[in-house]
């Protein structure tokens, strides 16, 4: 099994619903994004996927969020923007792209992030 992974960035704003804090207030983040494929196979030039391509499509779903106020995005309408959602959100988009997608990260500090995967 092969497995690589890419980062990428974005800055946004968000505020917690049903939140009982100071993350209830609208406050912003510089977000880090990690992306994670993997597969059993490479291609003709050993490489599980081009980076390229990877980066292409994660900067694309990344456009969505970046410089937005996330709460006011169609996809968390009611929803808590927590970075799990955010997580599930970039997931979710980017898996329609790259099928051997298996897990994306969120970080909203340097030490703390969520992740979402699909179970096999």
């Not at 980017?94 to 994306?104: N, T, Y």
Request: proline share 1%.
């Amino acid at each position: 099994m092969y497995e690589i992974k890419t980062q990428a960035f974005f800055s946004a704003a968000h505020h917690l619903l049903n939140y009982d804090g100071e993350c209830e207030n609208q406050h912003g983040h510089n977000w880090m994004v990690e992306v994670f494929v993997r597969g059993n196979e490479l291609d003709k030039s050993n490489i599980l996927i081009d980076y390229k391509v990877l980066k292409k499509e994660l900067n694309y779903v990344l456009e969505m969020l970046d410089h937005q106020d996330i709460n006011l995005l169609e996809d968390f309408r009611g929803e808590s923007p927590s970075s799990e959602m955010i997580a599930k959100f970039i997931y979710t988009k980017l898996k329609e792209k790259i099928v051997q997608l298996s897990k994306v990260s969120v970080w909203e500090t340097q030490t703390s992030c969520a992740s979402y995967f699909e179970e096999d």
